[in-house]
């Protein structure tokens, strides 16, 4: 069994900052691709940022510049640095990881049950 947990999420002002958690833990044998997406009601769920098995990372334009992603190997954790947030960044994030879990399984995409992020003044 594989979970993934996130943590971090709360209210902000606009123009502040956040950085939001997520750790697999379970039966992992080998994490690859790790990923931010957000999704807010009645809106399609976009990826945000991504971060490979060799640190090669990918932004939303949207959010270029504003956030950073990152990730620590041995802990199977990732990191979002949110800053100079806006109002339109309020949403759930969730936390998305490509994950095996033996040597012989097959690579699946495991997801997070998300954190809420909310920009307000």
């Known amino acids: 069994q594989v979970q993934l947990v996130e943590s971090g999420g709360g209210l902000v002002q606009p123009g502040g900052s956040l950085r939001l958690s997520c750790t697999a833990s379970?039966?992992?044998?080998?994490?690859?691709?790790m990923a931010w997406y957000r999704q807010v009601p009645g809106k399609q769920r976009e990826m945000v940022a991504s971060?490979?098995?060799?640190?090669?990372?990918n932004y939303a334009d949207s959010v270029k510049g504003r956030f950073t992603i990152s990730r620590d190997y041995a802990k199977n954790t990732q990191y979002l640095q949110m800053n100079s947030l806006r109002p339109e960044d309020t949403a759930v994030y969730y936390c998305?990881?490509?994950?095996?879990?033996?040597?012989?399984?097959?690579?699946?995409?495991?997801w997070g049950k998300g954190t809420l992020v909310t920009v307000s003044s």
């Open positions: 998305k990881a490509l994950i095996s879990q033996t040597i012989s399984s097959v690579n699946m995409d495991y």
């Open positions: 379970g039966r992992v044998f080998a994490v690859y691709t």
């Open positions: 971060i490979t098995s060799t640190g090669n990372t």
